[in-house]
């Protein structure tokens, strides 16, 4: 079992069809130090889980980067365009 899915199963116990489905639809990301997840402005609607390490996000200034939040190993973050809801098909499977 994956560090999420041991997460989500903390959570929550999940049967094993549930699991199996989630680990399915989700896809491993590593990133380097100093590597960008998304750039300022993009629109993105994902859900990110820190398996080791730190992530930061920062906003410009006009000198340098200013960290503004951090995400350590073991939180989730979730990510979406707040201009616009978020549009899921309730007939659509997980």
């Given amino acids: 079992m994956t560090p999420f899915l041991s997460f ?4 929550q ?3 094993p069809n549930i699991l199996e489905l989630i680990n399915g639809i989700t896809e491993p990301l590593y ?5 960008t997840l998304f750039t300022r402005g993009k629109i993105v609607h994902r859900l990110c ?16 980067l200013i960290p503004t939040r951090f995400w350590f190993a073991g939180q989730m973050m979730f990510l979406a365009n707040m201009d616009k809801p978020l549009q899921i098909d309730p007939s659509s499977p997980l």
């Fill in 49 to 64: 889980f820190v398996e080791t390490g730190t992530l930061a996000a920062y906003r410009p200034s006009s000198e340098r």
């Fill in 31 to 35: 990133l380097n130090r100093n590597d």
């Fill in 13 to 15: 116990p999940l049967p």
């Fill in 8 to 11: 989500l199963n903390g959570i």
